[in-house]
């Protein structure tokens, strides 16, 4: 039920500088993608108004392994999105009473004194720092890392992305002295401060998640400067205002407050009303995420899951991550084509081919691990792999078993959560991988589970835009404004006949890697 008299208490006394308008508030959310930039604006009762989009520049891959970004186009890609939102609501910019942000998590912005960009940022999926992953493996060791951080040293994180500039780029290195993740430079060229949250800041390898602080062991472990790093703020947090140049890229009001948002992980999760112990979502976009809320820092000894602190102030979140999970499909149709072209999207094409293959795809299995994998293997030398091949299968099996594979993969995070007693009450759908009603379909099979759809698509933008709305008081909390903002549109039940089907082939799949691994490591 929507809290009116919250709206009139913002009016009368505005929370943290919040502008005073004449009508209702509305709130703004920005998402720093890999892709792209994307704007979402909400009314006061979390109702979408209207969004934005503007795409970056394709990551540049120098050498195989490699994914880097320029921070300056997410920057300009922001300006346009934010405009085009805006001219598409009909709002002025002082009608926005407050940002969120989220962004692309693990990447590594290095500014020098004067707030510019020395290099291009190492993002999220580079796997250049195998080499810097294994000395912090070995001193200061897998164990006490994972007991500080809550998390194992991989090459995703952006701590192991800060070793490998100050070993291999030492120049670069000697000008840096501000590190920020990718929605934080943004932020930043948005405000003029430097700052970060809670859940990003758990994937850096830095912060010390059970305590939600700077981890001063780590530091003093790794030769890192604390004086490099941004303040930490909670999410819903306001951490600064909107600057004159901002309001000149953007069209926003100088003077709206900004929140300091959360990673698009978390950020995504509060946008699918993920915010309490037992709820879970699956995302599947480029990369696959299962994110599940908990009450306490919950930990996997082997590592296997990242442990992060959760967009709500208090809780906690694990997280495991498929690395290829819509880039799967991505890459067959790229490499491969869609099929015959009859005006419908490509994607759409692949998944009415795929159809006609059934449940089990033939006996055709997909290993998704064109880019390493971090659940549950932890392994950046993992490969994908296409096996059970016979002369009966056709195209259609194959892009069937990438749907399946991609599922079995995620499937692998429910198993650990079992083994840690982590709760899986509803589980709901998002990104990509929710859009396809096969995919849907396929995933509540090899869950086994019924999962969950939403009435509002706009990803991590939405979230960060309810953060936003939390930070300018409109929501008295996180859990109260997912209640008002976030419904579900529809239930889908597994078929039980195919869930035992899956059940079996998730058996054989789980024998695959291990039967391959050696052959990966040569």
């Known amino acids: 039920m929507r809290l009116s008299f919250l709206s009139t208490a913002i009016e009368a006394e505005p929370a943290d500088g919040c502008a005073r308008l004449g009508g209702p508030i509305k709130f703004l959310g920005i998402d720093t993608g890999t892709g792209g930039t994307r704007a979402v604006i909400i009314d006061e009762d979390g109702l979408v108004i209207a969004s934005g989009v503007s795409e970056h520049v394709p990551f540049a891959r120098p050498h195989p392994g490699w994914a880097e970004q320029d921070p300056v ?46 290099r291009p940022a190492l993002i999220w999926c580079d796997q250049r720092t195998d080499p810097q992953s294994g000395a912090l493996a070995a001193s200061p060791g897998t164990d006490r890392i994972i007991q500080l951080t809550c998390n194992p040293p991989l090459t995703n994180f952006t701590l192991t992305k800060l070793l490998w500039v100050r070993e291999t780029e030492p120049a670069n290195w000697a000008r840096v002295r501000h590190i920020l993740l990718p929605k934080d430079y943004v932020r930043y060229r948005l405000t003029g401060e430097f700052a970060i949250d809670m859940a990003d800041a758990s994937g850096t390898l830095l912060l010390d998640v059970a305590s939600r602080k700077w981890s001063a062991e780590m530091l003093a472990d790794t030769g890192i400067d604390r004086q490099l790093l941004p303040a930490l703020y909670e999410s819903p947090e306001i951490c600064g205002k909107i600057s004159s140049s901002g309001a000149k890229a953007t069209g926003l009001a100088e003077g709206t407050p900004v929140v300091a948002g959360a990673g698009d992980q978390a950020a995504g999760a509060v946008g699918m009303g993920i915010v309490r112990a037992g709820a879970v979502s699956v995302t599947i976009g480029t990369s696959g995420v299962v994110f599940a809320t908990t009450d306490r820092p919950a930990l996997d000894p ?19 991550v498929t690395q290829a999970a819509g880039l799967s499909l991505r890459w067959f149709r790229d490499c491969f084509g869609a099929g015959p072209e009859d005006g419908r999207d490509a994607y759409d094409r692949l998944m009415t081919e795929a159809e006609t293959a059934g449940p089990g795809a033939g006996g055709l299995f ?22 059970g091949l016979a002369l009966t299968h056709t195209r259609a099996h194959i892009i069937r078993a ?57 990803g991590a933008a939405f979230g960060a835009a309810i953060l936003a ?3 300018a008081a409109n929501w008295a909390s996180v859990e109260q404004a997912c209640e008002q903002a976030v419904h579900v549109r529809q239930e889908l039940a597994p078929d039980p006949e195919t869930v035992a089907l899956m059940a079996r082939n998730y058996v054989l799949y789980r024998r695959m890697y291990p039967a391959l691994r050696s052959a990966f490591a040569r």
């Open 469 to 471: 709305g939390v930070g």
């Open 73 to 118: 186009d997410w920057w300009k890609a922001c300006g346009l999105a934010v405009r085009q939102a805006l001219q598409i609501s009909g709002l002025r910019g002082d009608e926005i009473g407050c940002v969120g942000f989220s962004g692309q998590m693990h990447g590594a912005v290095l500014l020098d004194a004067e707030g510019e960009v020395v």
């Open 402 to 458: 990438i749907l399946e594979g991609v599922a079995f993969s995620l499937k692998d995070s429910f198993t650990i959560f079992g083994e840690m007693n982590v709760p899986v009450e509803r589980i709901r759908l998002g990104g990509g991988g929710a859009r396809a009603p096969l995919w849907r379909q396929i995933q509540a099979d090899v869950y086994g589970h019924s999962v969950e759809l939403i009435e509002a698509d706009e």
């Open 302 to 320: 082997r590592g296997r899951l990242h442990t992060s602190c959760h967009a709500i102030p208090g809780r906690w979140h694990v997280m495991g």
């Open 366 to 387: 997909w290993l998704p691990y064109l880019m390493g994998e971090r659940t549950p293997h932890c392994d950046p030398g993992a490969r994908a792999a296409l096996t």
